[in-house]
């Protein structure tokens, strides 16, 4: 497969922008050229996994503790340098940019503050690499309709249902599991009763009654994807996972992780929208036709440069969204989900026109435009669909229809 990196494109300033910021771009930039892209080309086509050493590569770079404190071994940064680290990770293999979600303290918020402790210095190691399990075969958008159960006997929670869509789920050290405790009363939220726990599990394995199928997906590769169905499973009951080691219900938790995880999901899209637009500004002036390089024709110019601009209006947009998180503004919620529809569904647009500009050559493995484009269509769907994005901005600009 060739995917060609022309020079660097030019890029804009913002306030946001510091030295310090910028080191770190071009330190996962150059690492994720030399490092990262040959690898997605060579296992991508073969629906390969990420080895082993890329991820002790990426854990001695810091990645997977980039939002823990330098406490507790991580590099005490925030939303805006998770998701600027993202988008230039996924510029080379998608799955790569997703795998860095899977710590950054995800997995440690339990109640005791030694075991905390220790899980934070596990994940900002990269020692404490998860899964999440939200989503089931009749619970998706809708999350407050979870019906897997988790009930408290003695000193343990008992669990049991089904979950899809659980990314990482045999490679992980453990799996985060929504459940439900017990049955809403008449005047609660359908969310009440709501939790999430911590099955602790070994990598490569699923424990005792975990039984899972993985799911033959046409991109995302690096990672298998799987169904799990769970079956009478036993865990602590310090395993339940609380906001921040507080009281705070597990449902209000994932909301709170969403956010970062929509904005994430924006950063990854531009990441390979700005790979789409370097490749094609490569071939444009690579492949000829009538005599001359393609790039040569006005039209296809100017499709290029539609590109990059929306590319750039997406990355501004992601990164001031990135920025409202990490200062608590009331509005980073809606913008989280104004940047992830934007950027995901711009993308999508992207990676298909390069497609197209690359002709013939664009409709084979020979070529990463198609990887960028089988990646950027799952962006307009996890982390809640581009509809879900939709409703969250109308419901916050209009009254709810009765």
């Known amino acids: 497969m060739t995917s060609i990196r022309p020079p660097e494109l030019p890029e804009l300033t913002a306030p946001w922008h510091t030295p310090e910021r910028a080191e770190l771009r071009d330190t996962v930039r150059a690492f994720a050229r030399d490092e990262v892209l040959p690898v997605a080309n060579r296992l991508d086509p073969e629906k390969g996994l990420i080895p082993a050493e890329l991820l002790e590569r990426m854990a001695e770079l810091g990645l997977f503790g980039i939002m823990i404190d330098t406490e507790h071994g991580g590099l005490g940064l925030g939303a805006f340098e998770y998701c600027m680290v993202a988008e230039e990770l996924a510029r080379a293999w998608m799955s790569v940019a997703s795998i860095i979600a899977r710590a950054q303290g ?44 988790a009930e408290q006997v003695g000193d343990e929670w008992v669990i049991s249902g089904h979950k899809r869509w659980c990314g990482n789920a045999e490679a992980a050290d453990f799996i985060q599991v929504l459940v439900r ?29 975990i039984t899972g199928t993985p799911i033959d997906k046409i991109g995302y590769h690096g990672f298998l994807t799987w169904d799990l169905v769970f079956d009478g499973v036993r865990v602590a009951a310090g395993n339940l996972v609380t906001t921040g080691g507080s009281d705070a219900s597990g449902f209000d938790g994932v909301g709170d992780w969403l956010d970062v995880a929509r904005v994430h999901t924006a950063a990854r899209a531009v990441g390979l929208a700005q790979a789409a637009v370097e490749d094609c500004t490569a071939y444009l002036q690579e492949r000829e036709q009538f005599g001359h390089p393609i790039g040569d024709f006005q039209a296809l110019r100017f499709a290029l440069a539609d590109m990059a601009s929306d590319t750039e209006q997406a990355r501004a947009f992601y990164r001031s969204a990135a920025h409202l998180i990490d200062v608590g503004d009331p509005k ?26 690359h002709g013939g050559n664009g409709y084979t493995t020979e070529r990463a435009v198609e990887r960028y484009w089988r990646d950027a269509r799952l962006t307009t769907i996890f982390e809640g669909t581009s509809e879900i994005q939709r409703k969250i901005i109308s419901d916050g600009l209009l009254p709810r229809p009765s």
């Open 106 to 149: 995800l997995g440690t918020g339990l109640a005791d503050d030694a075991r905390r402790d220790e899980l934070l210095r596990r994940s900002a190691a990269g020692r404490w690499i998860g899964a999440i399990a939200l989503s089931e075969p009749d619970a998706g958008s809708d999350l407050a309709g979870v019906s897997t159960r």
């Open 181 to 209: 405790t017990r049955d809403p009363e008449a005047d609660e939220p359908r969310s009440a009763g709501l939790e999430t726990v911590l099955v602790e599990k070994e990598r490569g394995s699923f424990p005792a009654g």
């Open 332 to 357: 980073a919620t809606q913008h989280a989900a104004m940047a992830k529809l934007r950027a995901t569904e711009t993308a999508v647009g992207i990676t298909g026109h390069a497609m197209q500009l």
